[in-house]
């Protein structure tokens, strides 16, 4: 009996402390409800004949009409390859630079300079592709100080950002100086991790900081670099709207239109609702196949994956 009466208090207040827990997650779930599936709804036009006018409910069902017409238009298969080349490098390059600069990073001396080089390459991170396009297309004009630099080894001036064979370079290296800083923070705390008394006895068997690094720092960070890549891959599909919308212009569509790009200009500034709806489902759907693979992916190289 007076178990019963002491164990009462204690359940009341843990439905307390769960009341309190599902309390501070409500405002998430309600930005969550209205931005991600309210919006939902929106995907039925990529199976209608959208008119503005008719609204939603009384535009005329097509089915699967819209699809056939996304893979009649010549340059769909050249949106898709574009944004998979573009997201493709640009997760491979964001895996190694990171990795390499914290390498770097964790062999220098002194905390002070250390944290100050940090801060200063975390800064491109902080600011919007908006700010950073224009710093992007005055370095790269004709006139700039990239093409300055190339004149004084006799290199004639290049433009870059409206040249096919260069475009696809620069957005690639541009975000990767964007954010490398940013991500070369969870590498920064695996170091961290690893035990120091494993240079020690490799310092004693004879080797040096560079084998050091290949023996021990590189296998130590690889289940990280592994679980991060995985995870990176269900964004394939994702090759920077910001950066390209602010940076392209109609020369460079043959080799920078991606498909948000292109669900923006069908959809939004050409009105054909039903076609950028059909776009935007059909890359929402690879994503999904894409993230489900690639927690499998992590779970079998690194025995932990997202969900």
């Known amino acids: ?6 164990k009462k208090p204690a359940n009341s207040q843990n439905r307390t402390e769960r009341l309190t827990f599902h309390l501070m997650l409500l405002p998430g779930m309600i930005v969550l409800l209205i931005f991600v599936f309210v919006p939902l709804v929106g995907s039925l036009m990529a199976f209608q004949d959208y008119v503005p006018a008719r609204g939603l409910l009384n535009s005329r069902w097509v089915g699967l009409e819209n699809y056939k017409i996304i893979f009649s238009f010549p340059d769909s298969v050249q949106v898709f390859w574009n944004t998979l080349i573009i997201a493709f490098a640009k997760l491979v390059c ?5 990795v390499a600069f914290s390498i770097l990073l964790n062999e220098l001396g002194g905390k002070f300079f250390k944290r100050t080089f940090q801060t200063i390459v975390y800064l491109p991170h902080f600011l919007s592709w908006v700010v950073l396009a224009t710093v992007v297309t005055n370095m790269f004009s004709l006139d700039g100080p990239i093409n300055s630099f190339l004149s004084l080894f006799g290199v004639e001036s290049i433009q870059f ?3 096919n064979r260069w475009f696809r370079s620069v957005i690639v290296a541009t975000d990767v100086w964007k954010e490398f800083g940013y991500n070369s923070v969870i590498y920064l705390a695996a170091l961290l991790g690893i035990d120091p008394g494993l240079y020690e006895a490799a310092s004693i068997d004879g080797a040096g900081r560079f084998k050091q690094i290949l023996h021990i720092t590189l296998p130590s960070l690889m289940p990280t670099i592994v679980l991060m890549a995985a995870l990176n891959l269900g964004n394939i599909l994702n090759a920077g709207f910001d950066q390209i919308f602010n940076l392209y212009n109609p020369i460079v569509y043959q080799t920078g239109d991606i498909i948000d790009t292109y669900v923006y200009r069908i959809g939004m500034v050409e009105g ?6 059909a776009v935007g489902l059909f890359k929402s759907v690879i994503s999904f196949i894409l993230i489900l693979g690639s927690n499998k992916l992590a779970q079998k190289l690194t025995g932990s994956g997202i969900f």
């Open 94 to 98: 964001n895996a190694v630079v990171p």
């Open 1 to 6: 009996m007076t178990a019963a009466i002491a």
């Open 161 to 163: 950002l409206a040249d």
């Open 272 to 277: 054909q609702y039903s076609i950028g709806a």
